[in-house]
């Protein structure tokens, strides 16, 4: 199996950034599709980002053109950035990955066998 540990979480002013790191250890990084979550409080687990072993990469509508996910096989480490903050995008962010094919299921939490521990985002108005 596989372990992962979120980074880069902290606290934002709106409109500013940040990027998080999913360090991998473990088994063959290059294998696992690769998702970020969040969860606010009250509210569901939801997909910011995924990407999978070939470099396909998904986000909704709510974060796309602000976040962008990235994957470096050699450092076993998957990247978000995310840029243009909003208090909207203040949560716990999750990483994820899973050995599945990449398919459409992909954007539910239910499709990922491991998770990390999660970090922080707190953006300020």
């Known amino acids: 199996q596989v372990q992962l540990v979120e980074s880069g979480g902290g606290l934002v002013q709106a409109g500013g950034s940040l990027r998080l790191s999913c360090a991998a250890s473990?088994?063959?990084?290059?294998?696992?599709?690769v998702a970020w979550f969040r969860q606010a409080p009250g509210k569901e687990r939801e997909l910011v980002a995924g990407?999978?072993?070939?470099?396909?990469?998904t986000y909704p509508d709510s974060v796309k053109g602000r976040f962008t996910i990235s994957r470096d096989n050699v450092e076993n480490t998957v990247y978000l950035e995310m840029n243009k903050l909003s208090p909207e995008d203040s949560a716990v962010y999750y990483c994820?990955?899973?050995?599945?094919?990449?398919?459409?299921?992909?954007?539910?939490?239910?499709?990922?066998?491991?998770w990390g521990q999660g970090t922080q985002v707190t953006v300020s108005s």
């Open positions: 994820a990955a899973t050995l599945r094919l990449w398919t459409t299921a992909a954007v539910t939490p239910g499709y990922y066998d491991y």
């Open positions: 473990g088994r063959t990084f290059s294998n696992y599709a």
């Open positions: 990407i999978s072993i070939g470099g396909t990469t």
